[in-house]
Protein backbone atom coordinates (compact mmCIF):
# COMPACT_ATOMS: atom_id res chain seq x y z
CA UNK A 1 0.00 0.00 0.00
CA UNK A 2 1.25 3.52 -1.15
CA UNK A 3 1.10 5.67 1.70
CA UNK A 4 -0.42 8.93 1.00
CA UNK A 5 -1.66 10.83 4.37
CA UNK A 6 -0.57 10.25 7.65
CA UNK A 7 -4.36 7.96 8.06
CA UNK A 8 -2.75 5.63 4.99
CA UNK A 9 -0.23 4.99 7.53
CA UNK A 10 -2.74 3.01 10.72
CA UNK A 11 -4.70 1.21 7.52
CA UNK A 12 -1.59 0.12 5.82
CA UNK A 13 -0.42 -1.17 9.28
CA UNK A 14 -3.44 -3.07 10.52
CA UNK A 15 -3.58 -4.63 7.07
CA UNK A 16 -0.69 -6.48 7.62
CA UNK A 17 -1.36 -7.13 11.16
CA UNK A 18 -4.07 -9.09 9.79
CA UNK A 19 -1.91 -11.31 8.34
CA UNK A 20 -0.50 -12.86 11.65
CA UNK A 21 -1.91 -16.53 11.68
CA UNK A 22 -2.13 -16.90 15.74
CA UNK A 23 -5.64 -15.08 16.62
CA UNK A 24 -4.59 -13.89 20.21
CA UNK A 25 -1.40 -12.25 18.59
CA UNK A 26 -3.43 -11.05 15.93
CA UNK A 27 -5.73 -9.63 18.35
CA UNK A 28 -3.22 -8.31 20.73
CA UNK A 29 -0.61 -6.67 17.59
CA UNK A 30 -4.25 -4.89 16.18
CA UNK A 31 -5.24 -3.25 19.37
CA UNK A 32 -1.63 -2.41 20.05
CA UNK A 33 -1.37 -0.41 16.42
CA UNK A 34 -4.78 0.87 17.19
CA UNK A 35 -4.02 2.48 20.64
CA UNK A 36 -0.41 3.23 20.13
CA UNK A 37 -1.09 5.10 16.20
CA UNK A 38 -3.85 6.90 18.31
CA UNK A 39 -1.53 8.09 21.42
CA UNK A 40 0.92 9.71 18.94
CA UNK A 41 -1.88 11.61 17.25
CA UNK A 42 -3.38 13.05 20.82
CA UNK A 43 -0.32 14.23 22.13
CA UNK A 44 0.55 15.20 18.53
CA UNK A 45 4.24 13.55 19.40
CA UNK A 46 7.01 15.55 18.02
CA UNK A 47 10.08 14.13 16.19
CA UNK A 48 12.33 14.88 19.58
CA UNK A 49 9.88 12.86 21.84
CA UNK A 50 10.25 10.13 19.46
CA UNK A 51 13.81 9.99 19.70
CA UNK A 52 13.86 10.40 23.25
CA UNK A 53 11.28 7.77 24.03
CA UNK A 54 13.24 5.27 21.74
CA UNK A 55 16.75 6.08 23.62
CA UNK A 56 14.87 5.84 27.03
CA UNK A 57 13.70 2.03 26.20
CA UNK A 58 17.20 1.26 25.19
CA UNK A 59 18.90 2.25 28.30
CA UNK A 60 15.82 0.67 30.46
CA UNK A 61 17.00 -2.77 28.19
CA UNK A 62 20.47 -2.14 28.75
CA UNK A 63 19.99 -1.41 32.61
CA UNK A 64 19.42 -5.43 32.57
CA UNK A 65 21.31 -7.00 35.00
CA UNK A 66 21.49 -10.12 37.03
CA UNK A 67 20.50 -8.01 39.83
CA UNK A 68 18.01 -5.56 38.66
CA UNK A 69 15.07 -5.11 36.04
CA UNK A 70 14.61 -1.51 35.80
CA UNK A 71 11.56 -2.94 33.03
CA UNK A 72 9.40 -4.59 35.64
CA UNK A 73 10.35 -1.15 37.76
CA UNK A 74 8.71 0.80 35.04
CA UNK A 75 5.95 -1.07 34.96
CA UNK A 76 4.83 -0.94 38.39
CA UNK A 77 6.01 2.48 38.35
CA UNK A 78 3.43 3.02 35.64
CA UNK A 79 0.42 1.01 37.68
CA UNK A 80 0.49 -1.85 34.79
CA UNK A 81 1.96 -4.92 36.74
CA UNK A 82 -1.29 -4.19 39.30
CA UNK A 83 -3.79 -3.63 36.23
CA UNK A 84 -2.44 -6.65 34.75
CA UNK A 85 -2.67 -8.97 37.89
CA UNK A 86 -6.25 -7.92 38.90
CA UNK A 87 -8.01 -8.49 35.76
CA UNK A 88 -6.51 -11.45 35.67
CA UNK A 89 -7.79 -12.83 39.10
CA UNK A 90 -9.93 -12.76 41.58
CA UNK A 91 -12.81 -13.91 39.47
CA UNK A 92 -11.61 -11.49 36.39
CA UNK A 93 -11.27 -8.25 38.44
CA UNK A 94 -14.60 -9.10 40.14
CA UNK A 95 -13.57 -9.60 43.60
CA UNK A 96 -10.84 -9.43 46.05
CA UNK A 97 -7.67 -12.12 45.44
CA UNK A 98 -4.25 -13.03 47.18
CA UNK A 99 -2.35 -12.28 43.92
CA UNK A 100 -0.22 -9.24 43.71
CA UNK A 101 3.13 -8.08 41.69
CA UNK A 102 6.48 -10.52 41.76
CA UNK A 103 8.35 -7.73 42.01
CA UNK A 104 11.94 -7.66 40.82
CA UNK A 105 13.87 -9.47 43.89
CA UNK A 106 12.45 -13.42 43.52
CA UNK A 107 14.92 -15.80 43.17
CA UNK A 108 14.76 -19.97 41.86
CA UNK A 109 16.16 -22.23 44.38
CA UNK A 110 15.25 -20.94 47.87
CA UNK A 111 16.60 -22.93 50.50
CA UNK A 112 14.06 -25.46 52.19
CA UNK A 113 13.19 -24.64 55.68
CA UNK A 114 11.18 -27.05 58.11
CA UNK A 115 7.90 -25.18 59.53
CA UNK A 116 8.75 -23.43 62.24
CA UNK A 117 12.46 -22.44 61.53
CA UNK A 118 14.28 -19.60 60.91
CA UNK A 119 14.66 -17.65 57.53
CA UNK A 120 17.34 -15.97 59.31
CA UNK A 121 20.99 -16.69 57.88
CA UNK A 122 23.03 -13.86 58.89
CA UNK A 123 23.44 -11.40 61.31
CA UNK A 124 20.43 -9.43 60.85
CA UNK A 125 19.54 -6.73 63.61
CA UNK A 126 15.39 -6.09 64.29
CA UNK A 127 12.52 -6.60 66.09
CA UNK A 128 11.48 -10.79 65.41
CA UNK A 129 8.67 -11.43 63.61
CA UNK A 130 6.41 -14.39 63.86
CA UNK A 131 4.57 -15.27 60.67
CA UNK A 132 2.08 -17.96 60.97
CA UNK A 133 -0.12 -18.58 57.76
CA UNK A 134 -2.20 -20.63 56.48
CA UNK A 135 -2.96 -21.52 52.10
CA UNK A 136 -6.56 -22.23 51.40
CA UNK A 137 -8.75 -22.69 48.52
CA UNK A 138 -11.51 -20.51 47.42
CA UNK A 139 -14.07 -22.25 49.26
CA UNK A 140 -11.78 -22.52 52.51
CA UNK A 141 -10.38 -25.91 52.23
CA UNK A 142 -7.16 -26.33 53.55
CA UNK A 143 -4.28 -27.08 50.92
CA UNK A 144 -1.39 -29.55 52.07
CA UNK A 145 1.74 -30.19 50.35
CA UNK A 146 1.96 -26.81 49.11
CA UNK A 147 5.38 -25.23 48.06
CA UNK A 148 5.82 -21.66 49.69
CA UNK A 149 8.67 -19.60 48.94
CA UNK A 150 9.20 -16.56 50.88
CA UNK A 151 11.38 -13.52 50.62
CA UNK A 152 11.85 -9.69 52.11
CA UNK A 153 13.93 -7.21 52.76
CA UNK A 154 16.32 -6.65 55.59
CA UNK A 155 15.58 -3.95 58.50
CA UNK A 156 17.64 -1.49 56.46
CA UNK A 157 15.12 -1.79 53.55
CA UNK A 158 17.84 -4.25 50.90
CA UNK A 159 17.45 -7.81 49.77
CA UNK A 160 20.05 -9.89 50.08
CA UNK A 161 21.30 -9.44 46.94
CA UNK A 162 21.48 -6.02 47.10
CA UNK A 163 23.65 -6.27 50.35
CA UNK A 164 27.15 -7.52 50.28
CA UNK A 165 26.72 -7.54 54.20
CA UNK A 166 24.09 -10.08 54.35
CA UNK A 167 24.23 -13.87 53.42
CA UNK A 168 23.77 -16.05 50.65
CA UNK A 169 20.10 -16.20 50.63
CA UNK A 170 19.47 -14.16 53.83
CA UNK A 171 15.36 -13.71 54.48
CA UNK A 172 14.78 -16.33 51.42
CA UNK A 173 13.28 -19.70 52.73
CA UNK A 174 10.86 -22.10 51.08
CA UNK A 175 8.17 -24.37 52.98
CA UNK A 176 5.67 -26.83 52.24
CA UNK A 177 1.92 -26.39 54.15
CA UNK A 178 1.16 -29.45 56.29
CA UNK A 179 -2.03 -31.24 56.67
CA UNK A 180 -4.44 -28.16 57.46
CA UNK A 181 -2.49 -25.95 55.25
CA UNK A 182 -0.29 -24.34 57.65
CA UNK A 183 3.47 -22.63 57.55
CA UNK A 184 4.88 -20.66 60.27
CA UNK A 185 8.26 -19.36 60.78
CA UNK A 186 10.48 -17.00 62.48
CA UNK A 187 12.60 -13.56 60.60
CA UNK A 188 13.07 -10.02 61.71
CA UNK A 189 10.20 -7.16 60.87
CA UNK A 190 11.05 -5.91 57.86
CA UNK A 191 10.75 -2.42 57.00
CA UNK A 192 9.82 -0.34 53.67
CA UNK A 193 12.31 0.75 51.25
CA UNK A 194 12.94 2.71 48.01
CA UNK A 195 13.41 1.11 44.92
CA UNK A 196 16.16 1.73 42.77
CA UNK A 197 16.52 4.95 41.13
CA UNK A 198 19.54 5.45 39.52
CA UNK A 199 18.14 4.73 36.33
CA UNK A 200 15.21 5.51 33.64
CA UNK A 201 12.64 4.78 36.61
CA UNK A 202 14.15 7.12 39.35
CA UNK A 203 14.23 10.45 36.86
CA UNK A 204 10.98 9.92 35.45
CA UNK A 205 9.55 9.79 39.79
CA UNK A 206 11.91 13.18 40.37
CA UNK A 207 10.53 14.62 37.54
CA UNK A 208 6.80 14.22 38.76
CA UNK A 209 7.71 14.83 42.32
CA UNK A 210 6.84 11.08 42.85
CA UNK A 211 8.78 9.29 46.43
CA UNK A 212 10.10 6.43 45.23
CA UNK A 213 9.35 3.66 48.77
CA UNK A 214 7.47 0.91 48.95
CA UNK A 215 5.53 -0.15 52.62
CA UNK A 216 7.00 -2.91 54.20
CA UNK A 217 5.70 -6.29 52.72
CA UNK A 218 6.41 -9.75 53.26
CA UNK A 219 6.63 -11.58 49.39
CA UNK A 220 5.39 -15.08 48.97
CA UNK A 221 5.06 -17.33 46.03
CA UNK A 222 2.69 -20.71 46.39
CA UNK A 223 2.92 -23.58 43.92
CA UNK A 224 0.68 -26.44 43.93
CA UNK A 225 -0.21 -28.86 40.76
CA UNK A 226 -4.02 -27.78 40.37
CA UNK A 227 -3.72 -24.29 41.27
CA UNK A 228 -2.53 -21.03 39.47
CA UNK A 229 0.50 -20.42 40.95
CA UNK A 230 -0.14 -17.58 43.80
CA UNK A 231 2.23 -14.45 44.05
CA UNK A 232 1.34 -12.25 46.89
CA UNK A 233 2.77 -9.53 48.99
CA UNK A 234 1.28 -8.75 52.78
CA UNK A 235 1.69 -5.49 53.48
CA UNK A 236 2.03 -3.29 56.99
CA UNK A 237 -0.60 -1.05 57.42
CA UNK A 238 1.14 1.10 60.09
CA UNK A 239 3.76 1.95 57.24
CA UNK A 240 3.46 5.66 56.43
CA UNK A 241 3.56 4.81 52.72
CA UNK A 242 0.89 2.47 52.92
CA UNK A 243 -1.31 4.84 51.04
CA UNK A 244 1.29 6.15 48.37
CA UNK A 245 3.10 2.69 47.29
CA UNK A 246 5.34 3.78 44.14
CA UNK A 247 4.40 0.32 42.70
CA UNK A 248 0.77 0.69 43.24
CA UNK A 249 0.38 -2.84 44.71
CA UNK A 250 -1.21 -2.48 47.83
CA UNK A 251 -5.09 -3.71 47.95
CA UNK A 252 -7.45 -3.99 50.79
CA UNK A 253 -6.97 -7.87 50.74
CA UNK A 254 -3.49 -7.89 50.80
CA UNK A 255 -3.19 -5.52 54.18
CA UNK A 256 -1.65 -7.81 56.92
CA UNK A 257 -1.87 -7.37 60.85
CA UNK A 258 1.59 -7.30 61.79
CA UNK A 259 0.97 -6.72 65.78
CA UNK A 260 3.22 -5.82 68.26
CA UNK A 261 3.69 -7.17 71.73
CA UNK A 262 5.80 -5.98 74.90
CA UNK A 263 5.49 -8.94 76.80
CA UNK A 264 7.85 -11.88 76.89
CA UNK A 265 7.25 -14.42 73.99
CA UNK A 266 5.21 -17.31 75.67
CA UNK A 267 7.49 -20.01 73.96
CA UNK A 268 11.13 -18.59 74.21
CA UNK A 269 11.98 -16.16 76.95
CA UNK A 270 15.13 -15.28 74.96
CA UNK A 271 13.24 -13.49 72.74
CA UNK A 272 13.88 -9.83 72.62
CA UNK A 273 10.65 -7.35 73.23
CA UNK A 274 9.03 -6.03 71.46
CA UNK A 275 8.34 -8.68 69.21
CA UNK A 276 5.88 -8.70 66.63
CA UNK A 277 3.46 -12.01 64.77
CA UNK A 278 1.56 -12.27 61.70
CA UNK A 279 -1.50 -14.27 61.38
CA UNK A 280 -2.86 -14.29 57.01
CA UNK A 281 -4.89 -16.80 55.04
CA UNK A 282 -3.80 -17.31 51.10
CA UNK A 283 -6.51 -18.09 48.87
CA UNK A 284 -5.59 -19.65 45.75
CA UNK A 285 -7.18 -20.10 42.64
CA UNK A 286 -7.90 -23.13 40.29
CA UNK A 287 -5.80 -23.25 37.32
CA UNK A 288 -2.12 -23.79 36.12
CA UNK A 289 1.06 -24.43 38.05
CA UNK A 290 3.39 -22.93 36.16
CA UNK A 291 6.65 -21.09 37.96
CA UNK A 292 7.50 -17.16 36.97
CA UNK A 293 10.47 -16.57 34.78
CA UNK A 294 12.59 -15.34 37.31
CA UNK A 295 13.36 -11.35 36.91
CA UNK A 296 17.01 -11.55 38.57
CA UNK A 297 19.23 -14.88 39.17
Given at each position: ???????????????????????????????????????????????PEFREATAVLN????????????????????????????????????????????????????????????????????????????????????IAGAEVDVWHA??????????????????????????????????????????????????????????????????ALIFKEGYKTL???????????????????????????????????????????????????????????????????
Amino acid sequence: MVIRTQEDVTAAVLQVMEQTADDRLREILTALVKHLHAFVREVRLTEPEFREATAVLNEIGQLQTDSHNEFVLMSGSLGVSTLVCLLNNGDQGQTETSQSLLGPFWRLNSPRVENGGTIIRSDTPGSPLFVHARVVDAQGRSIAGAEVDVWHASPIGLYENQDPDQAEMNLRGKFTTDAEGRFWFSTVKMVGYPIPVDGVVGRLLKTQGRHPYRPAHLHALIFKEGYKTLISQVFDPSDPNIDSDVQFGVTSALTGDFVRHDEPHPDDPNVNVPWFSLEYTYVMEPGEAVLPRAPIK
